[in-house]
């Protein structure tokens, strides 16, 4: 497996000149690019497929909550941490937005860099102080939109396809050139829908709603 590639995003370069440093020092991560906001950093991506952007939230031309969303659905392989100085506004904005992390700025040097590797592993890396926050933030994004929630995507559809057929979360990945982490996102997010606990209760559910 190659290095890991990172881009930042913020709108000021000394903080990405001291992120670059930082994550330098770190084994198996490599910096492919840096955008000072939304719009740059979304044409980077697309160019450079990094497989995580560190995001800042508050930016000029289109902020990190919306660029975000636009990454989710165009570039799905790719996972976004938010990066920020804000410690509970826009938790359950970024989670709802599909982040998969929430750090802060003065972060450690060696949790920054453990939550990279952490990222790459499926797991999601979040600020210990703000996991209350998130869970009550998200919980009143969602109020009111359960129907809507609940329903699946078309990926989503073709992965439960998948693994009604016996195929493991890696082959599933190579079949539709996704990362492994992004496939046990899905299913997590799966699980979450149909209130499922395994895999055999998903594909009970499945069948019982017709997906398959």
Not at 34 to 55: I, N
Not at 146 to 175: D, H
Request: glycine share 6%.
């Amino acid at each position: 497996m190659g290095d890991m590639r990172v881009l930042l995003v913020d709108d000021h370069p000394v903080v990405r000149e001291g992120l670059r440093r930082v994550l330098n020092l770190g084994k198996g991560i490599q910096v492919v690019g840096e955008a000072s906001d939304g719009e740059e950093a979304l044409a980077l991506a697309e160019k450079l497929s990094p497989d995580v952007v560190l995001m800042d939230i508050k930016m000029p031309n289109m902020d990190g909550i919306e660029a975000t969303r636009w990454l989710r659905d165009k570039l799905p392989s790719t996972n976004v941490v938010m990066l920020t100085s804000y410690e509970d506004e826009y938790v359950g904005q970024a989670i709802a937005a599909g982040a998969v992390g929430y750090l802060l700025k003065d972060v450690a040097p060696n949790e920054l860099i453990d939550a990279i590797h952490g990222v790459c592993e499926g797991r999601w890396p979040l600020d210990a102080s703000l996991v209350q926050v998130m869970f009550a933030q998200y919980a009143a994004l969602s109020k009111g939109k359960q129907s809507r929630e609940s329903e699946l995507s078309e990926r989503q559809q073709e992965i439960i396809r998948l693994v009604a057929s016996g195929m493991t979360y890696t082959a599933i990945s190579e079949r539709l050139f996704l990362s492994p982490p992004t496939i046990k996102r899905e299913m997590r997010r799966i699980f979450d829908k149909f209130e499922a606990s395994d895999r055999a209760s998903v594909v009970a559910e499945a069948y019982k709603r017709k997906v398959i």
